[in-house]
């Protein structure tokens, strides 16, 4: 048996529902099932001998991501023997330090299944599209339930229920969530599936030559499709906005920057297709509920600059009240407080960067901005590609980076995230295929065609690296 395979698809599967399991199979220390399965697979991955790639590849980003990861647990040790807390709110501010070293890791054991061909990047997209489509399924079931009554949403088995600052448990019976418990979590990996799928069906896929093998366009459609009727049933403008935007964004993109005349031909039906359906799926969607027609006014109005539009009150509330008290936590403690502020206090900030702000400062927040601007970079590297399927796989990633830039200002999602397991692991095929690249001489890397990578082996009790040149199988 392939126990890579095992471990990757069940990295995807666990994270991807992370929130159903949690309540399936509850776990001590508000461990999570998908935090099990990593630190399974990077055991496994130690003792059988884990390839790791040289720092250097991907223009360095790997330095900015360790770099990171050092300022994370510094934060964390400071508030720990330097903050006032009990011992609830250390338990719950450690746990998203814990985690975002853990998901980290989807990195580079991604990096070494693939280096040793257990798995491909087909099946791993072929995994997250799957999961995307069965979220898809149960959310229009949801959809169904709170707008027809049919089915009644009473008898559904999976009725989310989310904890409030005040620790009173609300069900979510309002809007759609899949098997989340939150519709923001819907509309993110709505966005992950639609922008995932959209880059590799725009650029142009499938030539014999390429040696990166990506699914075909039956599942890229479903995958597009799909995704956007996950971020309309979940209601959320801010998701919606990014997405809307980052797609036209890659149109832009493919037409003009392509790496070759010949890639930037190609896809024009694609893009007419998918724009036509974009509008009017939308607009079916609009149809049938009256609070998404109440969200898409508001939008109106705030481009019109209504603020006065009672429809926007939880935006005002959003700007004035949420960031507020972050914005005045900061002040109070411009050094960062060391833990998880939402955790902690127990409020949602509604933005990333602001999250980071409050748990380390500037410093932080900026060396976060710098992590997510470092991927960006490596995408586009790939979009740059002369492969064709590997600059589609780029101008994918590249969609990604640019929608989770944009949908940080009003979503509070950060690194602990068990989506970010999903990201990672792409990068993880970005890494892998670079080094196959350079060895051939197809790379964009600076470094000389020798440069090696690093074999990490778990043996007799102490690890040791051994210098490995050899790169596939």
Known sequence: MNGVKVFAAAAVLTSLFNTILAVWIPLPMDFRVVDLVLIGWLIVGLTQGLKLPALSLGGGGQRVILFFLILTVGCTLLGVFFGNFTSGELLRGIAPTFRTLIYVTALWLTYDGLQQRRITPAFL?????ACGFLHFGYALIQFCAINFNSPSYTSLPWQPIRLQSD??????????????????????????????SYGLLIQGTGQVTSRIIIPSRIWLWSGYLTGMAMIAMSYRRTTLISCVTTLIFLIVLKFSASSSPAMRKKGKAVVFITLLILFIGIGWFVSQSEALQGRMLSLLSLAQGNYEDPKLQNLQGRSEVTWGFWIQLFERHPWGVGLYAPAVYRVGSDNSYLTYLAQGGIIYAFSYIWVLLCLLKTAWSCFRHKDASFSAFGLSLVGLMVSLIISGFGTGGTMASPWWVIRWMLFG?????LREFLKSGDGLEEKSRSQPHYRFEYRRGRADAVQNRQTFG
Do not use: N, Y
Not at 170 to 193: E, I, K, N
């Open 125 to 129: 997209i072929k995994v997250v599209l």
């Open 429 to 433: 095929i970005v890494l892998s295929f």
């Open 167 to 196: 620790g009173r448990e609300v069900s979510v019976s309002h809007v759609a969530t899949g098997f989340t418990d939150a519709p923001f979590s819907l509309a993110s990996l709505g966005s992950m599936v639609t922008l995932l």
